[in-house]
């Protein structure tokens, strides 16, 4: 075989091509597209082949041009490899944004691509890099780039067989998944969703979940699912839930994510945990709740002790008036005051990235009591605090230095906790007497005192009440066989309806929510409001206190339905139709329904229509209908 040709292997069949300049006939196409079909431009490459690593050919070079077309003609028929220059291709797709689904089924352009008889292929940056960008914030391990966008970690380009077509490269923008969150002071269901997703997550560990599996860790969740973009992230902790989640440039993914937990180490202490993860634009803390037996005796634990700077008691630094729950401040400063190094390190790192961002903190239960507690410290960062099912934590007297933290606190049905510590002072003779065992001895004491008012500092809970309300309606008649008896018989009719009352929302001005407000203020007064809604305290709406009504996976649950429906008017979900056949019902029985229960229910059936409205911050986002129409794809990945 002369000099001039050269064996090459195309589906393992051996030929021979001539290397001569005549047999240089064929041609090439690449058209370099984004997500949303539009061109990426002026992207330096290079191609090779065996003839230009031979020798024979100079390498192929250039830019694509306006339409994002790379054409490459006068190549022999051999195997090609383009490279596109790796940092302006980097930096570009920061810039670009990623379709709705994410599945293949959902690009457009594959579908023009096969109408055309071009080839296709969907391809990550990664793939056409001739080396390693440059990636900030930096990426400490260079072998180990991002592996979704980095697959190949040897650069060694894309080679092509097929030679005298166009190749359609769909590809996908460097770019991470990021939690929608909306750092005002009015009500987001959406901050509401996302932030008791958060919460559920602060119950697994760094690497494991609760199941002790890696899948749904805190690691798990934002080193992995939040930078893997063939899918949406898909599970927190132990349980399948979708967030309401953005792409952003890659340089705005969560970089400082840590875990801390009291209960491990050399010089272990209680057993308090929360996590934090911060991108450059924001930082979540989120508080775990009842987790062990140890958490279990800080919830019983309550004597209120005061935190002002006295002899007694080391100065907080939280509020100078008020008390608060002995056991949850306890919780908290195990972390705050810790001498474990490790523990002391990541509480300074965590207040260094506070610093010009947007902070939010969350938590379920214990973990609520643990981020009010937190918020009240960080007050001069403005966190905005979600809750959910939290006890009450401090008493009256704190409440005036907490009003500037926007907080709302989440009750779903009839849960218990939100209803300890009682509402009465707590701080009686038995601590002093026994000291430590006045805690025993004080618990029964403390429940017995509620009976009789002692002095006016109440627990009482802070922030915005939230209450998931299970609408029922109950039929109302006299005995008829004896009249005169006055004797009422009441029954209670089928058909119930779970309610998401948001009573701060009453008070807005806007159009959107002009008529339904109307309607809920010519049926409910603001004394009435008052007295079902107490600013410090829990609805008056509440039934038996329930157990069972506690878990966070049953208030996601719940939110995340309602958000799907509220957005997507075409799903006929279950809370929409309990509310279509309730309605029914009541305007059935109209006249044998109590009309303060009546009128109760109609007034808290246009509130529910109130929470559409707290969707228009999300709607106005550039990204925030893209972000809301992905999520209604759930069902697609879950």
Same mark, same amino acid.
């Given at each position: 075989?002369?000099?001039?040709?050269?064996?090459?292997?195309?589906?393992?069949?051996?030929?021979?091509?001539?290397?001569?300049?005549?047999?240089?006939?064929?041609?090439?196409?690449?058209?370099?597209?984004?997500?949303?079909?539009?061109?990426?431009?002026?992207?330096?490459?290079?191609?090779?082949?065996?003839?230009?690593?031979?020798?024979?050919?100079?390498?192929?070079?250039?830019?694509?041009?306006?339409?994002?077309?790379?054409?490459?003609?006068?190549?022999?028929?051999?195997?090609?490899? /383009?490279?596109?220059?790796?940092?302006?291709?980097?930096?570009?797709?920061?810039?670009?944004?990623?379709?709705?689904?994410?599945?293949?089924?959902?690009?457009?352009?594959?579908?023009?691509?096969?109408?055309?008889?071009?080839?296709?292929?969907?391809?990550?940056?990664?793939?056409?890099?001739?080396?390693?960008?440059?990636?900030?914030?930096?990426?400490?391990?260079?072998? @180990?780039?991002?592996?979704?966008?980095?697959?190949?970690?040897?650069?060694?380009?894309?080679?092509?067989?097929?030679?005298?077509?166009?190749?359609?490269?769909?590809?996908?923008?460097?770019?991470?998944?990021?939690?929608?969150?909306?750092?005002?002071? %009015?009500?987001?269901?959406?901050?509401?969703?996302?932030?008791?997703?958060?919460?559920?997550?602060?119950?697994?560990?760094?690497?494991? +979940?609760?199941?002790?599996?890696?899948?749904?860790?805190?690691?798990?969740?934002?080193?992995?699912?939040?930078?893997?973009?063939?899918?949406?992230?898909?599970?927190?902790?132990?349980?399948?839930?979708?967030?309401?989640?953005?792409?952003?440039?890659?340089?705005?993914?969560?970089?400082?994510?840590?875990?801390?937990?009291?209960?491990?180490?050399?010089?272990?202490?209680?057993?308090?945990?929360?996590?934090?993860?911060?991108?450059?634009?924001?930082?979540?803390?989120?508080?775990?709740?009842?987790?062990?037996?140890?958490?279990?005796?800080?919830?019983?634990?309550? @004597?209120?002790?005061?935190?002002?700077?006295?002899?007694?008691?080391?100065?907080?630094?939280?509020?100078?008036?008020?008390?608060?729950?002995?056991?949850?401040?306890?919780?908290?400063?195990?972390?705050?005051?810790?001498?474990?190094?490790?523990?002391?390190?990541?509480? %300074?790192?965590?207040? %260094?990235?506070?610093?010009?961002?947007?902070?939010?903190?969350?938590?379920?239960?214990?973990?609520?009591?643990?981020?009010?507690?937190?918020?009240?410290?960080?007050?001069?960062?403005?966190?905005?605090?979600?809750?959910?099912?939290?006890?009450?934590?401090?008493? /009256?007297?704190?409440?005036?230095?907490?009003?500037?933290?926007?907080?709302?606190?989440?009750?779903?049905? +009839?849960?218990?906790?939100?209803?300890?510590?009682?509402?009465?002072?707590?701080?009686?003779?038995?601590?002093?007497?026994?000291?430590? /065992?006045?805690?025993?001895?004080?618990?029964?004491?403390?429940?017995?005192?509620?009976?009789?008012?002692?002095?006016?500092?109440?627990?009482?809970?802070?922030?915005?009440?939230?209450?998931?309300?299970?609408?029922?309606?109950?039929?109302?008649?006299?005995?008829?066989?004896?009249?005169?008896?006055?004797?009422?018989?009441?029954?209670?009719?089928?058909?119930?309806?779970?309610?998401?009352?948001?009573?701060?929302?009453?008070?807005?001005?806007?159009?959107?929510?002009?008529?339904?407000?109307?309607?809920?203020?010519?049926?409910?007064?603001?004394?009435?409001?008052?007295?079902?809604?107490?600013?410090?305290?829990?609805?008056?709406?509440?039934?038996?206190?329930?157990?069972?009504?506690?878990?966070?996976?049953?208030?996601?649950?719940?939110?995340?339905?309602?958000?799907?429906?509220?957005?997507?008017?075409?799903?006929?979900?279950?809370?929409?139709?309990?509310?279509?056949?309730?309605?029914?019902?009541?305007?059935?029985?109209?006249?044998?329904?109590?009309?303060? %229960?009546?009128?109760? +229910?109609?007034?808290?059936?246009?509130?529910?229509?109130?929470?559409?409205?707290?969707?228009?911050?999300?709607?106005?986002?550039?990204?925030?209908?893209?972000?809301?129409?992905?999520?209604?794809?759930?069902?697609?990945?879950?």
């Amino acid at each position: 075989m002369s000099n001039k040709e050269h064996n090459t292997s195309i589906k393992e069949e051996s030929k021979t091509v001539s290397l001569s300049a005549k047999n240089q006939t064929s041609w090439i196409e690449f058209q370099l597209l984004d997500e949303m079909n539009d061109p990426v431009v002026n992207m330096p490459y290079r191609a090779i082949n065996d003839a230009t690593r031979s020798g024979h050919v100079k390498e192929y070079t250039g830019s694509s041009d306006a339409s994002g077309i790379i054409r490459i003609e006068g190549v022999h028929h051999l195997d090609l490899t /383009l490279f596109i220059e790796a940092q302006p291709l980097a930096d570009e797709m920061e810039t670009r944004s990623l379709r709705v689904g994410r599945e293949e089924k959902y690009s457009t352009i594959k579908k023009l691509a096969e109408q055309e008889g071009y080839e296709y292929q969907y391809i990550t940056i990664g793939k056409l890099c001739d080396k390693l960008p440059a990636i900030t914030p930096n990426w400490e391990d260079k072998k @180990k780039p991002p592996a979704y966008h980095f697959p190949d970690t040897q650069f060694a380009g894309l080679t092509v067989k097929k030679l005298n077509r166009r190749h359609i490269l769909e590809i996908c923008p460097f770019r991470a998944w990021s939690l929608v969150l909306h750092h005002i002071p %009015e009500y987001s269901v959406v901050n509401a969703y996302n932030l008791v997703l958060m919460s559920i997550l602060s119950y697994a560990d760094y690497h494991t +979940n609760g199941d002790g599996q890696a899948t749904g860790s805190i690691k798990h969740f934002f080193n992995q699912q939040m930078l893997e973009l063939a899918r949406v992230p898909y599970q927190v902790n132990d349980k399948k839930f979708q967030p309401i989640v953005k792409d952003v440039p890659f340089h705005q993914r969560y970089t400082d994510v840590e875990f801390i937990d009291s209960s491990q180490g050399a010089n272990a202490k209680k057993d308090t945990q929360l996590f934090f993860a911060a991108s450059s634009v924001e930082a979540i803390v989120a508080w775990r709740g009842t987790a062990s037996l140890l958490d279990v005796v800080t919830d019983i634990t309550y @004597k209120p002790i005061n935190l002002t700077c006295d002899i007694k008691i080391p100065c907080s630094g939280i509020v100078s008036n008020g008390l608060v729950h002995q056991g949850f401040l306890d919780a908290f400063q195990v972390i705050n005051d810790s001498d474990n190094t490790k523990i002391k390190d990541n509480i %300074e790192r965590l207040v %260094e990235l506070l610093a010009g961002r947007k902070v939010y903190v969350c938590g379920h239960s214990l973990g609520g009591a643990l981020a009010l507690i937190h918020a009240a410290k960080l007050i001069d960062y403005k966190p905005i605090l979600y809750t959910y099912g939290m006890p009450r934590t401090f008493t /009256l007297s704190a409440m005036g230095e907490l009003v500037g933290i926007p907080h709302y606190r989440h009750i779903n049905e +009839n849960d218990a906790v939100p209803s300890v510590p009682p509402e009465r002072e707590l701080d009686n003779h038995f601590y002093k007497l026994w000291g430590p /065992l006045g805690y025993v001895f004080g618990y029964s004491w403390s429940v017995i005192k509620t009976l009789v008012p002692i002095g006016n500092e109440v627990f009482c809970h802070h922030g915005e009440v939230v209450h998931f309300f299970k609408a029922e309606s109950v039929l109302e008649w006299l005995e008829e066989r004896n009249p005169r008896a006055k004797i009422k018989i009441r029954k209670r009719l089928s058909e119930t309806a779970k309610l998401f009352l948001v009573p701060c929302l009453s008070s807005r001005s806007d159009e959107n929510a002009k008529k339904n407000q109307q309607e809920f203020i010519q049926n409910i007064d603001q004394e009435s409001k008052d007295k079902l809604f107490p600013k410090h305290g829990n609805p008056e709406l509440k039934n038996a206190l329930n157990g069972g009504d506690h878990p966070s996976g049953k208030y996601a649950e719940y939110i995340g339905d309602r958000l799907l429906e509220l957005y997507d008017t075409t799903n006929d979900g279950i809370y929409r139709r309990e509310q279509d056949v309730f309605i029914l019902q009541m305007e059935r029985y109209k006249n044998d329904i109590p009309q303060s %229960e009546y009128s109760r +229910n109609k007034s808290f059936l246009a509130v529910d229509k109130l929470l559409v409205s707290t969707l228009d911050i999300t709607k106005s986002l550039p990204e925030g209908d893209i972000a809301m129409q992905r999520y209604c794809l759930k069902k697609d990945v879950l």
